[in-house]
């Protein structure tokens, strides 16, 4: 098991944060999973027999949309049991802090469940969509589906095109208005955070590189040591549910 950070670390993370104005955050899997979320990867019971990209990919939607819907579904389903942690409250509690202030916050995040804006968080970018909207293929018409049932292939109300969920899938490019909403954030930080991500998933990864190169101060929480933790001024190696709630300045 990874030893939680020193307190020195944590007072030099908690400096930097203290006297931030414009903080840009990026978060992956790794807080989720402290909820209980899966990875996006992980497959259990009947999915064992099918890879990620069969379930998650144009071209398997393609082969096969109501086996590719069924196993969205089971997912989606599942978070409806599933609260944010502590890691994601203290980012919420960041940003009220900093908006408290007039200064700036910015989440981008890798994950699709929503349990960033469950926790409290408002200016979230999704770089993958969230598995909790879906759209349509023909018309591209988005809306909410939330916990809501969803029986066979569900059919655009508008123009009786397929339904799927609003997610990027392997193979597809992120959503260009999020991703250049992400990268300015990053670029115009004064501190820059990754949390809960492996650093190594591109062109997310990009984003702590960006930051430094525009002159950030940089902080990583992750359980493990990443290729981002020899960049960074600080790298905090633990739960992000035990490590976030220490940063959080006091109001």
Known sequence: MTDLPSATAIQ???AILAGARRVAILTGAGISA???VPTYRGVSGVWKA?????????????RDPERVWAWHNDRRLALASIAPNAGHRALADLERLLADRGDRFDLATQNIDGLHQAAGSRNVHELHGTILAIYCVVCGKRRWLGFDPVDGLPRCESCGGLLRPAIVWFGEVLPRDVWLAAANAATSSDVFMTIGTSAVVYPAAGLVEMAIGAGARTIEV???PTPASTLVDVALHGPAGNILPRLVPEA
Do not use: I, T
């Open 12 to 14: 030099q993370a908690r």
């Open 34 to 36: 402290e909820s209980g």
């Open 50 to 62: 099918f890879s990620a990209k069969d379930m998650a990919s144009p071209e398997g939607f393609a």
């Open 222 to 224: 992750n359980l493990e």
